[in-house]
Every structure is written in C-alpha cells, then in structure tokens.
C-alpha cells in the first residue's frame, strides 16, 4: 500500500490526490484478508494528510468455541505523514524529531500498510464471537456445543464450589430437596 507521492511535496498545500485501493493479503501474519475503500491525500504544510474509509475483511477466532468466521470493520483513518528528510528555513536539511511519526521515506513513498494494520487491531473486538448464540466448548470434555451435545455429567461440580452446589434446590432420588427433612 505504497504511493509515491514526489509531485505532491512540490504543489502547494491544500492540494489532493484521491485513490481507490483494493488490496489482497496472503501472508501468514496478516492482520486482515483484504481492504478496500478510498485514500485521500491532501498536502499540508508540513506533510501529507492520509484519509481513508475502508472495509476491512477478517477471518477471527471465537473466544467461546475456537471456531473461525468471516468479520467485516468498517474503518475511518487520518494520520498526517511527514517528510523523513526537511528543509529547514536556512536551506539545510533536518532530520523528522519524532520517532513515532509516520514517514514518507527518502524515495518519496508514502506506506499506510502500518497506519491500516493498527487500526484493523484496535477495531478487533476484545472477545470475538461467531454468533450471539454461540454455545462454546464443554468444559469438561471440549465438545463444541454448537454441533453436539455432551454426555458429561452436569452433576459434576467444582471441588471448592462444593458447599455451594449443595444449597442449590434438586431431586435427591426419594422426591424431596435436599433441604427438606422427613
């Protein structure tokens, strides 16, 4: 997601550029399938103004039933990127100060792989799940839940929750809670 944006550092500020992008991922550490959406480029003073709105595709993990699913982010991002190399008001050349600012590199490429990448994460949901309804795995013996049913015993309980499950209200075999005295 590279542009080269050498003729826009040379006109004046407020001028823009706009581009539709379509990109496609393959790699293993991807963050997202594919992107696509507008960029706008506006120059400004001191750099280069990205704005984008873009839908994200991304295949996500369930936090209930370790299953994969389709997830769609609809994204609205604006970063300003600076010049790595400025010319100062003496005509010499400064070097960009701040480490954590987005650079256009010395052969005049603006890169938003990064600025993309960072908000496809901070858009990621904090426990993704592939439907409201989603079951999960048995705890006791892994099943996913959505597609079968265990045959696990629901009477067994937690050691340190014992004493607790015993005020819980059940059929102990002879028609009475366990509560209740003859």
Not at 91 to 116: K, R, T, Y
């Amino acid at each position: 997601m590279q542009y080269n944006v050498a003729q826009l550092l040379k006109e004046s500020t407020g001028s823009t550029r706009i581009y539709n992008m379509i990109e496609e991922f393959t790699s293993s550490g991807r963050v997202a399938d594919r992107v696509e959406g507008q960029l706008k480029l506006l120059k400004t003073h001191q750099g280069i103004l990205v704005q984008v709105k873009l839908g994200a595709w991304v295949t996500d993990e369930c936090s209930r039933c370790d299953n994969e699913f389709p997830r769609t982010s609809e994204l609205l991002i604006e970063e300003e990127f600076f010049p790595a190399a400025i010319v100062n008001d003496v005509g010499g050349i400064d070097a960009l100060d701040d480490p954590d600012a987005f650079v256009i590199d010395e052969h005049n490429l603006l890169d938003i792989s990064e600025v993309v990448r960072q908000s496809v994460i901070a858009d990621q949901p904090m426990k993704p799940l592939c439907t409201i309804e989603c079951r999960g795995l048995c705890q006791v013996c892994g099943v996913d839940l959505n597609v079968d049913d265990c045959s696990c015993n629901d009477s067994q309980v937690d050691p340190r929750w014992a004493a607790l499950a015993e005020l819980l209200p059940r059929n102990n075999g002879r028609g009475k809670r366990p509560t209740e005295r003859n």
